[in-house]
């Protein structure tokens, strides 16, 4: 008895060629330095190794996040209207002297004076203005499903072999799918920032139009794999498209239509925060301008809600799908 060998010298070739084209592709990513960079920074955690200009290591990266911001102040100056007889729940007024550059009119320079300032304190008052961001995210994500389930539940229908009979519309329709689809969902918010402006509407139409073409494109080939007796069984009897659809197909398909629905959402969560970077509302916003201002302990507190939050929503989202799958 023979046994055929694991591999022979083409197989060999194919490892050694793929093997080079990793080395000369590494060079061009720079994995040596990442590396490099890497191992230096593990060596100046444990401080085997002195500081340097990439060798903070990521114990100095989490360290300039720590405190976290949990509290918020405000100059009372700054408030209209402030009246520090009805302040809000649990906040109370500090007095701060600080030094303020002012115009010595003798010499004309600026000097440094003492002044007194009284600022407004919430003891809580960041943690409860990201969990404000934090629910606009989860509503940017939601109204994006939303939208996205309305245009590709059509597309989908219209993208089925077993739905449509019409070879020039299902190539409209896949076509349409596939180039929502491969538009990222950062590069349309950019677009959109533009014409809707600032805000969750950018958010919510970007995370709708992509998953529009991901909805398409799962809808469509669950319903193409179904069991077609059912469907041979309507037609026989003279029952038109939707008809059939409605009756036939989508009592076989909602398991994986909810499945679809539920990973788009869970995708949209996480890239709400994305795309909110470019301005376009949610907790994204609010991390790009606290990063642009070197707020890092406000930035470790948004880092904090955002790993909670998708904690939370996998969890929820499993037992979503074990309940329905």
Known sequence: MTFPRPFGWRSVLVVLAAFALLVVSGQRMEIDRMIA???HGLLADSGAA???DNAQGIGGVLGRMVPLQVSDRQDVSRIDDFDSTALPPFAYRETVEENEPALNPDTLQLEDHPAARTY???PLGYVWHV???MLETLEIALWGTLIAV?????????SARNITPFPAARLLARS????LRSVPELISALFLVIAFGFGPIAGYLALGLHGAGALGRFFADEAENVD????EALAAIGAGRLAIWRLAVLPQVMPQHIGSTLYVLDRNVRMATVIGLVGAGGIGQELKGRYDMYDYGHVGTILLAIFLVVLVLDQLS????SRFL
């Open 176 to 179: 349409l799918v596939s180039f």
């Open 37 to 39: 960079i890497m191992g």
């Open 150 to 158: 309305a245009l590709g539940l059509p597309l989908a229908l219209l």
């Open 228 to 231: 077609r007796h059912p469907q």
């Open 120 to 122: 407004l304190v919430r």
């Open 50 to 52: 002195g500081d340097g």
């Open 318 to 321: 499993e037992r979503l799908r």
């Open 131 to 133: 969990a404000i961001k």
